[in-house]
């Protein structure tokens, strides 16, 4: 069975420090994505990241970046230089390519708050 | 282009009655999906659909949950007979294909009295 596990569950910065949100997570499969949204108070989830089993290249775009590493199964995600608007829930999601129905259901961690205080 | 719409955005009802929220996926995406978030929680799978066909029903906590799809579009929720338990943000997504990344609605807040 897959399980996601965010062991934050709430950190807190001070505007321009880093701030790195862990996620580890559990499969049987070989092939598998991994996902980051953002949940700002607005309530609505907006997409950040899709990563594949096969790629293992850490990625940054702009102040975010993301480091995959199989050897641990961990997905951590890093905010550089953090800014207010930075504050939100941020949830780590993996489906299974040969999930049930070879469907795409995401099994989500529990989130992470980060609050970012100015 | 519209994103993936969601109705009501709240719902306050008294237990046992019954409940529909819907979603209107982006148009175009095959794939759709149910989850619910209950407060300071994260989400919890409920239902996948490619087309208007469900492959995955493993996350329907009773029978008392059901959905449909029609024309490969329009998706609707429906909770009978409503406990308090039920009370969540009901959050649906869309992907283009299965696999692909999932963009979510607003979600539906549910109300249980």
């Known amino acids: 069975a897959q399980k996601v596990t965010q062991a934050q569950t709430e950190i807190s910065v001070v505007e321009k420090e880093d701030v790195t949100l862990d996620c580890v997570y559990e499969t049987r499969d070989t092939t598998y994505y991994l996902f980051w949204y953002k949940q700002p108070p607005s309530g609505e989830l907006v997409f950040l990241i899709r990563?594949?089993?096969?790629?293992?290249q850490n990625e940054i775009s702009g102040r975010y970046s993301w480091n995959f590493q199989k050897s641990t199964s961990s997905f951590n995600f890093t905010i550089t230089a953090s800014q207010v608007v930075d504050s939100a829930v941020y949830f780590c999601?993996?489906?299974?390519?040969?999930?049930?129905?070879?469907?795409?259901?995401?099994?989500f961690g529990g989130g992470t708050r980060v609050l970012v205080k100015p | 282009g519209a994103g993936v719409s969601q109705s009501p955005s709240n719902k306050v009802t008294e237990k046992g009655k019954d409940v529909e929220l819907r979603c209107d996926p982006i148009s175009g995406h095959t794939a759709l999906y149910w989850y619910r978030q209950r407060l300071g929680q994260g989400l919890e799978f409920l239902i996948y659909f490619q087309g208007n066909s469900a492959p995955d029903k493993s996350g329907l906590p009773s029978d008392r949950f059901s959905a449909e799809r029609t024309g490969e579009s329009v998706s609707t929720l429906t909770i009978q007979r409503t406990q308090q338990e039920d009370s969540a943000v009901y959050l649906c997504?869309?992907?283009?294909?299965?696999?692909?990344?999932?963009?979510f609605g607003p979600g539906t807040r549910l109300t249980v009295l």
């Open positions: 997504a869309s992907s283009l294909y299965s696999h692909n990344e999932q963009f």
């Open positions: 999601a993996l489906s299974e390519a040969g999930g049930k129905a070879a469907g795409n259901k995401l099994t």
């Open positions: 990563r594949n089993s096969f790629d293992e």
